[in-house]
Protein backbone atom coordinates (compact mmCIF):
# COMPACT_ATOMS: atom_id res chain seq x y z
CA UNK A 1 0.00 0.00 0.00
CA UNK A 2 0.86 3.64 0.11
CA UNK A 3 2.93 5.00 2.72
CA UNK A 4 5.53 7.83 3.47
CA UNK A 5 9.19 6.73 4.69
CA UNK A 6 10.41 9.82 6.79
CA UNK A 7 14.34 10.35 7.80
CA UNK A 8 15.97 10.84 10.60
CA UNK A 9 13.78 9.81 13.05
CA UNK A 10 15.60 12.20 15.33
CA UNK A 11 18.06 15.15 14.56
CA UNK A 12 19.81 16.88 16.86
CA UNK A 13 21.33 20.39 15.70
CA UNK A 14 23.04 23.57 17.81
CA UNK A 15 21.68 26.83 17.80
CA UNK A 16 22.33 28.59 14.18
CA UNK A 17 22.96 25.52 12.36
CA UNK A 18 20.30 24.03 9.35
CA UNK A 19 18.04 20.88 9.96
CA UNK A 20 16.89 19.01 7.39
CA UNK A 21 14.51 16.16 7.15
CA UNK A 22 13.56 13.95 4.17
CA UNK A 23 10.51 12.02 3.17
CA UNK A 24 10.06 9.75 0.07
CA UNK A 25 6.51 8.89 -0.96
CA UNK A 26 5.15 6.13 -2.92
CA UNK A 27 1.60 7.12 -3.81
CA UNK A 28 2.51 9.23 -7.36
CA UNK A 29 -0.85 10.63 -7.73
CA UNK A 30 -0.26 12.64 -4.37
CA UNK A 31 -0.44 16.37 -5.33
CA UNK A 32 0.15 17.99 -1.99
CA UNK A 33 2.61 17.79 0.71
CA UNK A 34 1.89 19.57 4.01
CA UNK A 35 4.20 19.75 7.29
CA UNK A 36 3.62 20.00 10.54
CA UNK A 37 4.96 20.71 13.99
CA UNK A 38 3.85 19.34 17.22
CA UNK A 39 5.39 19.86 20.42
CA UNK A 40 5.32 17.32 23.06
CA UNK A 41 1.37 16.98 24.24
CA UNK A 42 -0.09 19.52 21.70
CA UNK A 43 -1.80 19.34 18.58
CA UNK A 44 0.41 19.53 14.83
CA UNK A 45 0.63 22.58 13.59
CA UNK A 46 0.98 22.77 9.80
CA UNK A 47 3.93 24.97 9.07
CA UNK A 48 4.41 25.09 5.51
CA UNK A 49 3.00 22.65 2.29
CA UNK A 50 3.74 22.34 -0.94
CA UNK A 51 1.75 21.54 -4.13
CA UNK A 52 3.26 19.35 -6.93
CA UNK A 53 3.23 22.15 -9.90
CA UNK A 54 5.31 23.48 -7.79
CA UNK A 55 9.29 22.62 -7.09
CA UNK A 56 10.36 24.85 -4.03
CA UNK A 57 8.54 27.17 -1.32
CA UNK A 58 10.06 29.14 1.63
CA UNK A 59 8.35 30.92 4.45
CA UNK A 60 11.49 32.86 6.27
CA UNK A 61 13.57 30.42 8.40
CA UNK A 62 11.95 27.16 6.94
CA UNK A 63 11.57 26.10 2.97
CA UNK A 64 10.44 22.98 1.30
CA UNK A 65 11.40 21.53 -1.98
CA UNK A 66 9.73 18.95 -3.89
CA UNK A 67 11.15 16.26 -6.41
CA UNK A 68 8.33 14.59 -8.50
CA UNK A 69 10.83 12.15 -10.44
CA UNK A 70 12.40 11.08 -7.28
CA UNK A 71 8.93 11.44 -4.98
CA UNK A 72 10.99 12.66 -2.50
CA UNK A 73 10.42 16.08 -0.30
CA UNK A 74 12.22 17.82 2.22
CA UNK A 75 12.06 20.50 5.09
CA UNK A 76 15.09 22.41 5.26
CA UNK A 77 15.02 24.95 8.35
CA UNK A 78 17.99 27.63 9.05
CA UNK A 79 19.23 29.81 11.62
CA UNK A 80 17.77 26.78 14.23
CA UNK A 81 16.48 28.26 17.44
CA UNK A 82 15.61 26.32 20.64
CA UNK A 83 12.13 26.73 19.77
CA UNK A 84 12.56 25.02 16.89
CA UNK A 85 12.81 21.43 18.85
CA UNK A 86 9.92 19.31 18.23
CA UNK A 87 8.46 17.22 16.31
CA UNK A 88 8.03 17.27 12.78
CA UNK A 89 5.74 15.17 10.56
CA UNK A 90 5.46 15.17 7.04
CA UNK A 91 2.49 13.91 4.71
CA UNK A 92 1.45 12.92 1.17
CA UNK A 93 -1.96 13.51 -0.11
CA UNK A 94 -4.02 11.51 -2.77
CA UNK A 95 -4.86 9.81 0.50
CA UNK A 96 -3.46 11.69 3.36
CA UNK A 97 -0.38 9.60 4.97
CA UNK A 98 1.65 10.82 7.29
CA UNK A 99 5.28 9.60 8.37
CA UNK A 100 6.68 8.66 11.06
CA UNK A 101 7.97 11.83 12.46
CA UNK A 102 11.66 13.13 13.13
CA UNK A 103 12.39 14.43 16.50
CA UNK A 104 14.45 17.67 16.18
CA UNK A 105 16.50 18.80 18.94
CA UNK A 106 18.28 21.92 18.52
CA UNK A 107 20.62 22.59 21.46
CA UNK A 108 21.67 26.36 23.02
CA UNK B 1 -6.69 26.26 15.02
CA UNK B 2 -9.54 27.29 17.89
CA UNK B 3 -11.95 25.98 15.65
CA UNK B 4 -11.52 22.18 16.60
CA UNK B 5 -12.60 21.56 19.98
CA UNK B 6 -11.84 18.08 21.38
CA UNK B 7 -13.45 16.53 24.80
CA UNK B 8 -12.52 15.30 27.01
CA UNK B 9 -8.83 15.63 27.44
CA UNK B 10 -8.24 13.33 29.27
CA UNK B 11 -10.67 9.77 29.20
CA UNK B 12 -9.89 6.59 31.31
CA UNK B 13 -11.35 3.39 30.11
CA UNK B 14 -12.77 0.46 32.21
CA UNK B 15 -12.48 -3.19 30.73
CA UNK B 16 -15.73 -3.85 28.79
CA UNK B 17 -16.90 -0.72 28.54
CA UNK B 18 -17.36 1.93 25.46
CA UNK B 19 -16.19 5.35 25.55
CA UNK B 20 -16.70 8.32 22.93
CA UNK B 21 -14.92 11.26 22.56
CA UNK B 22 -15.89 14.25 21.42
CA UNK B 23 -15.33 16.43 18.25
CA UNK B 24 -16.63 19.55 17.09
CA UNK B 25 -15.60 22.28 14.45
CA UNK B 26 -17.08 25.63 13.39
CA UNK B 27 -14.52 25.88 10.52
CA UNK B 28 -17.50 24.95 8.15
CA UNK B 29 -15.32 22.34 6.83
CA UNK B 30 -16.67 19.55 4.96
CA UNK B 31 -14.33 16.96 5.59
CA UNK B 32 -12.90 15.46 9.37
CA UNK B 33 -10.66 12.54 10.43
CA UNK B 34 -9.80 10.91 13.48
CA UNK B 35 -5.95 9.51 13.82
CA UNK B 36 -4.73 7.89 16.38
CA UNK B 37 -1.15 8.45 17.14
CA UNK B 38 1.40 6.23 19.96
CA UNK B 39 4.45 7.10 21.33
CA UNK B 40 7.23 8.09 19.05
CA UNK B 41 4.81 7.00 16.02
CA UNK B 42 3.32 8.85 13.12
CA UNK B 43 -0.55 9.96 12.99
CA UNK B 44 -2.52 6.73 12.01
CA UNK B 45 -5.76 6.36 10.55
CA UNK B 46 -9.13 6.04 12.07
CA UNK B 47 -12.11 7.03 9.98
CA UNK B 48 -12.89 9.81 8.04
CA UNK B 49 -15.59 11.58 6.34
CA UNK B 50 -16.37 14.01 3.64
CA UNK B 51 -19.61 14.98 3.98
CA UNK B 52 -22.92 14.61 6.12
CA UNK B 53 -24.10 10.74 7.11
CA UNK B 54 -21.13 8.93 5.02
CA UNK B 55 -18.21 7.74 6.18
CA UNK B 56 -15.01 5.61 5.38
CA UNK B 57 -12.78 3.23 7.37
CA UNK B 58 -8.93 3.98 7.50
CA UNK B 59 -6.02 1.92 8.31
CA UNK B 60 -6.84 1.02 11.61
CA UNK B 61 -10.87 1.48 11.79
CA UNK B 62 -11.23 -2.18 14.03
CA UNK B 63 -12.61 -1.48 17.51
CA UNK B 64 -13.52 1.79 16.73
CA UNK B 65 -16.98 3.48 15.62
CA UNK B 66 -18.49 6.55 13.66
CA UNK B 67 -21.06 8.51 13.10
CA UNK B 68 -21.64 12.04 10.72
CA UNK B 69 -24.89 13.21 11.76
CA UNK B 70 -24.34 16.91 11.35
CA UNK B 71 -21.26 18.94 9.32
CA UNK B 72 -19.86 20.23 12.74
CA UNK B 73 -19.50 17.46 14.90
CA UNK B 74 -17.93 13.98 14.33
CA UNK B 75 -17.52 11.60 17.53
CA UNK B 76 -15.53 8.61 17.75
CA UNK B 77 -16.46 5.41 19.82
CA UNK B 78 -13.87 3.02 21.08
CA UNK B 79 -15.22 0.10 21.60
CA UNK B 80 -14.73 -2.90 24.00
CA UNK B 81 -13.24 -4.79 21.02
CA UNK B 82 -10.49 -2.17 20.52
CA UNK B 83 -8.34 -4.38 22.89
CA UNK B 84 -4.65 -1.95 23.13
CA UNK B 85 -6.79 1.47 23.66
CA UNK B 86 -4.56 3.53 25.37
CA UNK B 87 -3.33 6.18 22.92
CA UNK B 88 -3.47 9.64 21.96
CA UNK B 89 -6.44 10.54 19.59
CA UNK B 90 -6.63 13.65 17.35
CA UNK B 91 -9.48 14.68 15.33
CA UNK B 92 -8.60 17.30 11.99
CA UNK B 93 -10.79 18.46 9.95
CA UNK B 94 -10.49 20.40 6.27
CA UNK B 95 -12.13 21.66 3.21
CA UNK B 96 -12.67 19.69 0.56
CA UNK B 97 -10.36 19.12 -2.46
CA UNK B 98 -6.93 17.41 -2.42
CA UNK B 99 -4.78 20.33 -1.75
CA UNK B 100 -6.45 21.94 1.32
CA UNK B 101 -4.51 21.36 4.87
CA UNK B 102 -6.02 19.64 7.41
CA UNK B 103 -6.19 22.14 11.21
CA UNK B 104 -6.35 19.62 13.91
CA UNK B 105 -7.73 19.60 17.69
CA UNK B 106 -6.08 19.56 20.87
CA UNK B 107 -6.62 15.46 21.41
CA UNK B 108 -8.27 13.46 23.75
CA UNK B 109 -5.73 10.78 25.73
CA UNK B 110 -7.30 7.98 26.18
CA UNK B 111 -5.86 5.27 29.07
CA UNK B 112 -7.00 2.10 29.94
CA UNK B 113 -8.11 1.68 34.05
Known amino acids: GENVEQHPSTLSVQEGDSAVIKCTYSDSASNYFPWYKQELGKRPQLIIDIRSNVGEKKDQRIAVTLNKTAKHFSLHITETQPEDSAVYFCAARGKLIFGQGTELSVKP | ?113
Not at chain 2, 10 to 18: A, M, P, S, T, V
Not at chain 2, 58 to 65: F, K, L, T, V
Open chain 2, 1 to 113: DGGITQSPKYLFRKEGQNVTLSCEQNLNHDAMYWYRQDPGQGLRLIYYSQIVNDFQKGDIAEGYSVSREKKESFPLTVTSAQKNPTAFYLCASSGTGGTQPQHFGDGTRLSIL
